[in-house]
């Protein structure tokens, strides 16, 4: 996977509450985390690899690390509520519902990750870890409103198939420029 934080999350961070508290679930080496930190906003964020959590804990003020297995274990964030919650390359489904629960009232949420297809151009291609054409709409309807979404091929940071989607629960917003 890249270093460089996605396009995807660095056009829509600005949609989330500035100052705001993120939560960047899965977060892996932290590279949504840095670039959330660095933007003004206090981080949550959240993985099981101890080691990758290690690496930035002191890379940037405003971070807080949490170790947690969301497969394995409670969801950790139950009764809090985040301004901005970002989620790539990772999909957990029994989570999502929590997921929408832990946004603020005027929260948003990035997410972004592989879907059916993607199995074409190497991992992950489990169809268990791999969203279903406009699975995030339908799983939004209804509870979110939509910002943006794509889905389909995209050839950068390397080829694959991925479904994108920003979504609030502000009743208006203002799309960044």
């Known amino acids: 996977m890249s270093e460089n934080p996605s396009l995807w999350v660095k056009r829509f961070t600005p949609v989330i509450k500035m100052g705001g508290t ?3 679930l899965a977060c892996g ?33 405003g971070i807080v690390t949490r ?15 985040f301004d901005g919650i970002v989620v790539t390359n990772y ?4 989570l999502l519902p929590e997921i929408f629960d832990a946004l603020a009232e005027d929260g948003v949420l990035i ?12 991992k992950p291609s489990n169809p268990a870890f791999l969203l279903r054409p406009g699975e995030l709409l339908d799983l939004v309807r209804d509870r979110l409103r ?9 050839q950068a ?5 991925m479904q994108r ?13």
């Open 67 to 81: 170790l947690a297995d969301l497969e394995g274990d409670a969801w950790p964030y139950r009764g809090r509520a």
């Open 146 to 154: 939509v910002v943006a979404f794509e889905q389909g091929e995209v």
């Open 165 to 177: 989607l920003c979504a609030t629960k502000r009743s208006e917003f203002l799309l960044p420029a």
């Open 22 to 24: 993120v939560l960047d």
């Open 29 to 61: 080496r932290g590279r949504h985390s840095l670039l959330l930190a660095e933007s003004g906003f206090r981080v949550e964020a959240l993985d099981r690899d101890a080691a990758a959590l290690a690496a930035i804990a002191d890379r940037a003020p």
């Open 111 to 122: 997410y972004e990750t592989f879907m059916l297809g993607n199995e074409r151009f190497g």
């Open 91 to 94: 999909l957990h489904r029994p």
């Open 157 to 161: 940071p390397r080829q694959a198939v």
